[in-house]
């Protein structure tokens, strides 16, 4: 009984409804049209109508019996059934519980086989279309190589916001750092790095987005800025920022490689420009993975040889890091008397993947030599978490961090990492 199709008015067992079973793709979309139904022709009395497995075009579709019907539901699941046949499976997925259900199983089990494919570009696709651009015709005016990880790290964040809509903008994004926690909108954190952007404009002599007298340290810009956000459209705080990161690069591009000196004063850090850059660069891609985290959205870290310079300068500003921990009583271990441009104990810090190197950091004083001669202490970390870790998104004893050597050291060393961090 089963096996026999539900008539109109019939119900499957149980009383349960009838399954609707959406459409799978047509596989004979473009297929010309089938003819118009022809007049069944009238059967001897004595014979039967038999099962036909392929469709008779001469045949309107309601001539195909149950079981081959079912038969088709395989074909029909990955789009390989003739227009006629789609259809009569079709009908008959309406009418009979039984079949209904094995359509959707079958369709389901399709569907595993298919990978899916992104529809989203590939985030270094910009990088290489310039390149293979500037390789048959170098720029007239080229971007200074320091500049490079900053302009294609404002570049991504700008087109990652382009995907977005309003209600996007207003979502809560939690910002972390190993001094705490903030939370803005979107909105919010854009301006938050045109703020901080404004300290590398004016040290090039461009203007300050927040006008003369706005606050030098990074907490009052990034409140000054919060509360303007309030009275601008998305739209615009997405151009003015925009505008004034391209603005830097250009500016910088007619300066040249002689402007890398410069000094940028971060209220606290001053960084010649060339690292300041790469310091910017490395912030607006931490708090993109913020927002896209926030969104459930997926975003890539930067192209390989700019996560090595972004690894680079946090590892040469360790030394003074950590000297300055051990001022304050925050280190572990004591450092050693060592006279400026003498050997002293050292640190391999060892970043693997991508973008990854080798590292060697004085542990004595910043002054002193680093050398493999004198390592006491070994640390290897993935190159992702390293940044992470320099963001204050991890923490040290969280790690999965290849340690041998002193132990003290060690932590020492990733601790500062993390301190480096800051909003």
């Known amino acids: 009984m089963g096996n026999e199709p539900l008539g109109d008015g019939d119900t499957p067992p149980h009383g349960m409804p009838l399954p609707r079973v959406p459409q799978p793709r047509d596989a004979a979309d473009d297929m010309p049209s089938m003819p118009e139904s022809q007049p069944v022709p009238a059967l001897e009395p004595e014979l039967e109508p038999q099962p036909r497995l392929v469709a008779d075009p001469a045949l309107p579709a309601y001539h195909f019996d149950h079981d081959t019907l079912k038969s088709l539901l395989g074909a029909w699941a990955l789009s390989a059934c003739s227009a006629e046949e789609s259809a009569a499976v079709e009908d008959h997925l309406t009418h009979c519980a039984s079949c209904a259900e094995e359509a959707l199983r079958l369709r389901d089990a399709v569907g595993l086989l298919h990978r899916e494919d992104s529809l989203d570009l590939d985030p270094l696709l910009r990088a290489r279309v310039?390149?293979?651009?500037?390789?048959?015709?170098?720029?007239?005016?080229?971007?200074?190589?320091?500049?490079?990880p900053y302009d294609a790290e404002t570049a991504r964040l700008d087109a990652f916001l382009g995907d977005l809509g309003d209600p996007e903008w207003e979502m809560p994004v939690r910002l972390t750092w190993s001094g705490g926690q903030r939370q803005l909108t979107l909105s919010g954190v854009l301006a938050h790095l045109g703020s901080i952007d404004g300290l590398v404009a004016m040290a090039i002599g461009l203007d300050d987005p927040l006008g003369p007298d706005a606050p030098r340290t990074i907490a009052g810009r990034t409140d000054e800025a919060a509360d303007r956000c309030g009275h601008h459209s998305h739209a615009l705080i997405r151009s003015s920022w925009r505008a004034q990161t391209r603005g830097i690069v250009r500016t910088l591009s007619f300066a040249g490689t002689s402007s890398g000196g410069l000094p940028v004063d971060f209220t606290g850090l001053v960084l010649p420009i060339r690292d300041a850059l790469i310091d910017r660069a490395f912030e607006c891609w931490i708090h993109a993975e913020d927002v896209a985290t926030a969104l459930d959205y997926p975003y890539e870290p930067p192209a390989p040889r700019h996560l090595n310079r972004i690894i680079d300068l946090a590892a040469r500003q360790l030394p003074a890091v950590l000297a300055e921990?051990?001022?304050?009583?925050?280190?572990?271990?004591?450092?050693?008397?060592?006279?400026?441009?003498?050997?002293?104990?050292?640190?391999?810090?060892?970043?693997?993947?991508?973008?990854?190197?080798?590292?060697?950091?004085?542990?004595?004083?910043?002054?002193?030599?680093?050398?493999?001669?004198?390592?006491?202490?070994?640390?290897?970390?993935?190159?992702?978490?390293?940044?992470?870790?320099?963001a204050g998104h991890r923490h040290p004893e969280d790690l999965a961090a290849g340690q041998d050597g002193e132990r003290e050291a060690i932590r020492d060393v990733l601790c500062a990492t993390a301190s480096m961090s800051r909003m």
């Open 325 to 390: 921990r051990r001022r304050a009583g925050l280190a572990s271990s004591p450092g050693w008397l060592t006279e400026a441009g003498t050997p002293g104990r050292t640190l391999h810090l060892e970043v693997e993947g991508q973008g990854g190197g080798h590292w060697y950091i004085p542990l004595d004083s910043p002054a002193a030599i680093a050398s493999p001669d004198t390592e006491v202490a070994h640390v290897a970390l993935e190159g992702i978490e390293f940044c992470q870790l320099a």
């Open 130 to 148: 310039l390149e293979g651009c500037l390789g048959r015709r170098p720029a007239r005016i080229p971007v200074p190589e320091w500049a490079g």
